[in-house]
């Protein structure tokens, strides 16, 4: 038996167990609402049984656009019945006789009629959804893949499944976790994307793209949280996703890699969701690893040079970053790249000795900064100041140090102008006035920055607190420092305490500062239990405070106490974290000098009287 439709400009056939006919006698009585009429002509004319014929009927008014009439028809069908019936037909295994065609075979026959019933629920899943009923059609659309589970899977594992049948099968499979969705029940959806993937379904590649990409699309962004796989889909020795972010990455670089093995058609758009999701958890040296894992061809290669640079710039590795931006940038390739040039002058802006190079990028970008691009302008000159006020620190003379940190505040000011709202550029304008030692000028901006961000900045408080100390308002700067401790978490607080004890120190009250480096001292130690040497190097390169730093101040500040036991106590910690350090061995050449110098003079004022006549 094999029900199908062909459809031309003017009529419709259906084709059933070897004879054909026409619908246009079965859409008539259609439209005169005879149903049982119309069915009793397909029975009769196609040889079919009362849930075959319903099955056409409903697909007919389906195609015709009467979702209503479809629903109606397809009302009409005891459709687990049906599927009861045909479990113990694709049980008996009946032997094919010799000269009996494949086609011909009982299993082929079963499966005709599978997919007659099967489609009909499939079409009344459709039409509850068309009709704003999600939940049920949802439930309908899921007995579809209970029953193939069932039939074929458990039962029959082994069993050959037919191209139209595989269809229907597919698109169920695609639109249950789209009608749970739908219906806001979020926590079936995860359960039927799931299913979808880890199952056993056959599915063409094409389907499973689509489905993996709904997938990471609502794990990204749907803001569901998505409890972990159950046990029963887990496979021993596999990695399991501990939240939405490491289950979207996974699905996406399964697809990167089906597509390195030609299994699926590129679709950038992957590759942007993955950008997003590796970037927000820090991981662009994974990003950038995937991007060289391409084949050539899919990007063009200044494009995946620049977005390799942004990647490297992004994880810390600036030289290699740079390295590919000064292959874009040349004169062959795209010199006037207004993003790369951008980036490139920022990389720059972080190294003294890379400055003067930064400052060429930044003004090639402020000379391309027209048209639709205008908007960068202010962009441009704020990177050129950086760089100037970079260049400032290596230069060879008082004269040209001057000179540059004048260019560099012009630029901070034109970019202000353009930028006035700009928080960040306010902050860069009051530290550059400050290393200018026009301290008025910086405090007038550290305060601006303070108002803007509100206070919710640790660095706003530092800038205060610095320049008040630069003007020798000690106690000031003290209690704008207090002030910020309250407001930072403690994980945070140590760039501050650090801060606090040399403003101690400079108060000249020592004993305080020594409690405050104890207790900074206890913050590192439980930060480094807590996160691990990794995460905490990273977090103390960032905040400019760490372990070997905060020794070796404590170090100092003993030696200037005379305390010299506690001393080399300090600097046998700080041997241990930096064996080789000119920081190091000064202060232990200090602390030896002023420890011989002090037993002279104890050995000087410990001789006896005659021995000095």
């Not at 980036?343 to 060429?360: F, H, M, T």
Request: charge should be neutral.
């Amino acid at each position: 038996m094999e029900s199908s439709e062909d459809g031309s400009m003017s009529f419709r056939e259906f084709h059933a167990n070897g004879s054909r006919m026409v619908t246009s006698e079965v859409e008539a009585k259609l439209d005169q609402g005879n149903i049982q009429e119309a069915e009793e002509a397909l029975r009769e004319g196609l040889s079919l049984n009362f849930e075959e014929a319903r099955a056409l009927l409903g697909k007919l008014e389906y195609q015709r656009g009467n979702v209503e009439g479809a629903l109606r028809v397809f009302d009409g069908i005891d459709l687990q019945a049906a599927i009861q019936r045909l479990q113990p037909s694709f049980s008996e295994k009946t032997p094919v006789k010799k000269g009996r065609t494949r086609t011909e075979s009982p299993s082929s026959v079963s499966q005709h009629a599978a997919s007659l019933v099967l489609e009909a629920i499939y079409l009344k899943s459709k039409s509850l959804q068309k009709l704003g009923k999600f939940t049920e059609a949802a439930n309908d659309c899921r007995r579809i893949l209970d029953a193939v589970e069932k039939i074929f899977y458990l039962d029959n594992p082994d069993i050959q499944v037919d191209n139209r049948l595989q269809g229907i099968v597919s698109h169920a499979v695609e639109l249950l976790p789209e009608l749970w969705k739908q219906a806001g029940c979020y926590d079936e959806a995860i359960s039927a994307y799931r299913r979808a993937l880890l199952g056993q379904w056959n599915l063409h590649n094409d389907f499973c793209a689509r489905i993996q990409k709904s997938f990471v699309i609502f794990l990204l962004y749907s803001g569901v949280e998505a409890s972990p796989p159950s046990l029963a889909v887990q496979i021993d020795g596999s990695y399991v996703p501990k939240n939405n972010l490491e289950e979207a990455i996974l699905l996406l670089m399964n697809f990167l890699k089906d597509f390195c093995l030609g299994k699926m058609k590129w679709d950038p758009s992957v590759m942007e969701h993955l950008t997003f999701a590796l970037s927000i958890c820090g991981g662009t040296s994974i990003l950038a690893k995937q991007l060289e894992e391409l084949r050539p061809g899919v990007y063009h290669r200044i494009d995946c040079w620049n977005t390799l640079a942004l990647c490297y710039s992004g994880a810390g590795q600036n030289d290699s970053a740079l390295n590919l931006l000064r292959k874009s940038l040349h004169k062959h390739e795209r010199p006037n790249d207004l993003t790369s040039l951008l980036l490139a002058a920022k990389i720059c802006s972080e190294d003294p000795y890379l400055a003067a190079e930064g400052v060429n990028h930044a003004q090639r970008a402020i000379s391309n900064a027209h048209g639709p691009n205008e908007h960068l302008k202010g962009v441009a000159l704020r990177m050129l100041g950086l760089c100037l006020g970079k260049q400032a620190k290596v230069a060879s003379s008082d004269f040209e140090r001057s000179h540059l940190q004048s260019k560099a505040l012009e630029s901070l000011v034109a970019a202000i102008r353009l930028e006035p709202n700009n928080s960040d550029l306010i902050f860069e304008l009051a530290v550059q006035y400050a290393e200018h030692r026009n301290l008025p000028a910086a405090l007038r901006s550290a305060r601006h920055f303070f108002n803007k961000t509100g206070g919710s900045v640790s660095k706003s408080w530092r800038l205060l607190a610095l320049i008040l100390s630069a003007q020798q308002r000690f106690s000031e700067a003290e209690v704008v420092t207090d002030a910020a401790l309250d407001q930072t978490a403690r994980w945070e607080q140590g760039p501050l305490l650090r801060l606090k004890a040399k403003l101690m120190i400079s108060q000249s009250r020592p004993m305080d500062a020594i409690e405050t480096y104890r207790y900074l001292l206890a913050l590192v130690q439980a930060q480094k239990k807590s996160f691990g040497p990794l995460q905490i190097s990273s977090k103390v390169e960032e905040d400019k405070v760490n372990e070997f730093d905060t020794w070796h101040g404590l170090a100092n500040l003993y030696a200037s106490l005379s305390h010299w036991k506690d001393a080399e106590i300090c600097l046998q910690k700080v041997r241990e974290l930096k064996e080789y350090s000119a920081a190091l061995m000064h202060t232990e050449g200090k602390t030896k000098t002023f420890l011989l110098f002090e037993v002279f003079y104890s050995s000087m004022l410990n001789l006896t009287p005659p021995l000095l006549i």
